[in-house]
């Protein structure tokens, strides 16, 4: 099934200069990117990003850290493409993902774990909602679509 999420580059990622190699990953499994932006998040977006996290013992560490330089918030459409960004992503915790994804090659850590995806179709919505206004996610066909699905 056709689905819309989020994966949003942290501040390691983009210090890091790992966007180009981040970006890659998605166009070469196929998924069509639909919004790309860098943006400097406010506090307030934060929290409605976190929302379930927020007063939990990590949250000031995890909105100090997203509040610590620009991210990029990158809206992706394609065939189950929630459960495949999560599997792209890897597993929260870095040390512990699997080589091969995005935080088992360059995480070492909890907190900066190079990548945020959305893990379930209503929440990208939301988590998109947030990240981009009416208009910024774009409609349109990569001509390549046959020889993916
Ligand atoms: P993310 O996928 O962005 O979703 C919430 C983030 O909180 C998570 O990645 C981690 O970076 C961060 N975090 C920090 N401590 C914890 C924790 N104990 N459990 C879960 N997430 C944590």
């Not at 999420?5 to 998605?26: E, F, N």
């Not at 929302?51 to 560490?61: A, E, M, N, Q, R």
């Not at 995890?62 to 599997?87: D, E, T, W, Y």
């Not at 995480?107 to 990208?124: C, F, M, P, Q």
Request: charged share 25%; no cysteine.
């Amino acid at each position: 099934m056709t689905e819309k999420t989020l994966l949003m580059i942290k501040p390691d990622a983009v210090q890091r200069s790992l966007i180009g190699r981040i970006i890659s990953r998605i166009e070469e499994k196929g998924l069509k990117i639909i919004g790309l932006q860098m943006l400097q998040l406010t506090e307030s977006q934060v929290d409605q990003l976190y929302d379930i996290h927020v007063g939990k013992t990590f949250y000031p560490l995890l909105q100090s850290f997203i509040l610590s330089g620009p991210i990029v918030a990158i809206g992706i459409q394609g065939k189950n493409a929630v459960k495949v960004i999560r599997k792209l992503a890897g597993i929260t915790n870095s040390p512990e993902a699997e080589p091969g994804t995005i935080r088992g090659d360059y995480g070492l850590d909890l907190t900066k774990n190079i990548v945020h995806a959305s893990d379930a179709v209503e929440r990208a919505q939301y988590e998109l909602s947030i990240l981009f206004k009416k208009g910024e996610l774009v409609e349109y066909e990569l001509i390549n679509k046959n020889w993916i699905k």
